[in-house]
């Protein structure tokens, strides 16, 4: 096992490459232990190269509308008035924390999904 960080896009695919030929290896063996460092640098490398944005708290709220047919009637009782719910889903309103915490309770929405 002769591991480097990765630092390019041919090293990249290179070690995927590799993973997949180890994918399945057992736990604290030779192969499963280079498939763990593998899958850290290969993190690593997307982290720093390939950073993913972080989501829109209103677009959440739009998908999982879409995902459970909820109207903007159904957010009612988490976001207030028919008002309070148009500004929010135009983003004229910022969400308040009481809004979020009951969309997380109410409708199973992660925080991480509802804070900007």
Request: include cysteine; proline fraction near 6%.
């Amino acid at each position: 096992m002769n591991l480097k960080p990765i630092k390019n896009k041919t090293q990249l695919n290179q070690a995927l490459k590799r993973v997949d030929e180890l994918w399945g290896a057992k736990r604290n063996t030779e192969k499963g232990d280079e498939l763990d460092i593998l899958m850290l640098l290969v993190e690593k490398y997307e982290e720093e190269h390939y950073p993913i944005p972080q989501s829109d708290p209103i677009e959440a709220i739009k998908f999982l509308m879409g995902q459970k047919a909820l109207t903007r009637k159904d957010l009612e009782p988490y976001l207030g008035t028919r008002a309070r719910v148009s500004e929010v889903l135009n983003k004229k309103r910022a969400l308040t924390l009481p809004m979020i915490k009951k969309l997380h309770e109410g409708l199973n929405i992660p925080y991480n999904c509802l804070i900007a």
